[in-house]
């Protein structure tokens, strides 16, 4: 049997500069200065980002800055004693077969949240952290109490809000619905999830939808944005005219809040800003899970076609097989690197509350069946 072990790193700021902080490993715990190598994350973003299409050498570049900036984060924070006490931790790991967990938590500085934390590399092993399901990545969020597996009654229910409103870029919403059914079909046809389409992706719609039946994971497709007038980053739904409607992180988590069967919420944005602030869709991600949401995973518009496509097949296919949802986006990060050898694999954020990433309880209930009628003798004799 295998062990599931923790490796706990707090990021934060002090009076006397940055600091990390090991909080809790197999090895013990730690505590180093450093100094943040990249005063400026998004440019690294930036060139991540970059259309790739299928430019081969470009994609190789792109795999190779990821790789580059990757280590520099690596080597201004694993340092010293947090070196040894990570290299301690995982060799203890290793030797009992067991799944070392990074939880990374970020003090509340957008320039430490920015950070491509996805891509930390150690060169030692010649590895991505986020890549191997040895070590899955997780931005961690702090909860006053353990949030515990959900004890469900399979098939799990996804739900998909797809909001394309007056007034922003088209989305092609047929096209990606039947592209998402096409890749997932097989976990429906197999009873293990069911796939449904909010008709009317207003918030009303969604509050009556999610009173009538429970919902396990739901799916946002459409547009994150910074709202000047309300000062915060919204989603944007549609109101009954079918134009925009700006939904704060803090509203519509609030609405989740509520919703005891809801574990995950993926937040697949079409517009997140590329600049020196956090991506909205990001920021809304880590809002949802303060309000109490067990995990959410941000999807930056740029994670496209065909390497988002396996991204979701392996994410999906985690959940239902009711994997650790830590584990089941390490192994959807390596699907879209086969699918598209760049650095797009590691622009998805994970944040959780959920300490060993279990979001389901196993094995799942299934439903008793209904009893077939008792008819009288004279009606099954009649004729």
């Known amino acids: 049997m295998t062990k599931d072990w923790i490796f706990d790193l707090l990021l934060e700021l002090t009076e006397e500069g940055y600091r990390a902080v090991v909080r809790r490993a197999p090895a013990g715990t730690a505590s180093e200065p450093f100094v ?12 991540l980002l970059v259309e790739s299409d299928d430019d081969s050498p470009l994609r190789s570049a792109q795999f190779a800055l990821a790789r580059e900036a990757g280590g520099t984060l690596f080597h201004a924070i694993f340092t010293g004693s947090i070196l040894e006490c990570w290299q301690q931790s995982w060799q203890q790991a290793y030797s009992s077969r067991a799944t070392l967990r990074v939880q990374l938590t970020l003090d509340d500085l957008p320039l430490l949240r920015a950070v491509p934390w996805e891509y ?18 997780t931005r961690q969020q702090k909860t006053a109490h353990q949030i515990r597996p959900l004890t469900a009654t399979a098939p799990l229910r996804v739900l998909v809000v797809m909001a394309g409103p007056e007034g922003y870029p088209p989305l092609a919403v047929g096209r990606d619905w039947r592209a998402l059914l096409d890749t997932v079909d097989y976990l429906a046809a197999d009873g293990r999830m069911t796939f449904e389409r909010l008709v009317r992706p207003t918030l009303f719609d969604l509050q009556r939808r999610l009173r009538q039946q429970p919902v396990h994971l739901l799916h946002f497709i459409g547009f994150a944005v910074n709202d000047p007038q309300l000062q915060c980053d919204v989603l944007v739904f549609e109101d009954e005219a079918g134009r925009g409607r700006a939904v704060s992180g803090e509203h519509f988590g609030r609405l989740l809040n509520d919703q005891d069967s809801l574990r995950l919420a993926l937040l697949d944005v079409r517009n997140a800003a590329r600049s020196q602030r956090i991506d909205p ?14 995990a959410a995973l941000y999807l930056p518009s740029r994670l496209r076609g065909r390497p988002s496509l396996a991204f979701l097949h392996e994410l999906y ?67």
């Open 36 to 47: 943040l190598p990249l005063q400026h994350p998004h440019n690294i973003g930036q060139q």
């Open 120 to 137: 930390l590399y150690d060169d030692t092993r010649e590895e991505f952290l986020a890549l191997s399901v040895h070590t899955p990545l």
């Open 281 to 294: 869709g990001s920021a809304i991600a880590e809002q949802l899970v303060r309000r109490g949401l067990p």
């Open 317 to 383: 296919e985690g959940v239902a097989n009711l994997r650790p949802v830590d584990e089941a986006v390490a192994e959807a990060r390596r699907a879209a690197l086969l699918e598209e050898s760049g650095a797009s694999w590691g622009l998805p954020q994970l944040v959780s509350r959920v300490g060993d990433g279990q979001l389901f309880a196993r094995p799942l209930l299934h439903p008793t069946p209904a009893k077939p009628p008792r008819y009288h003798r004279s009606v099954l004799t009649k004729g």
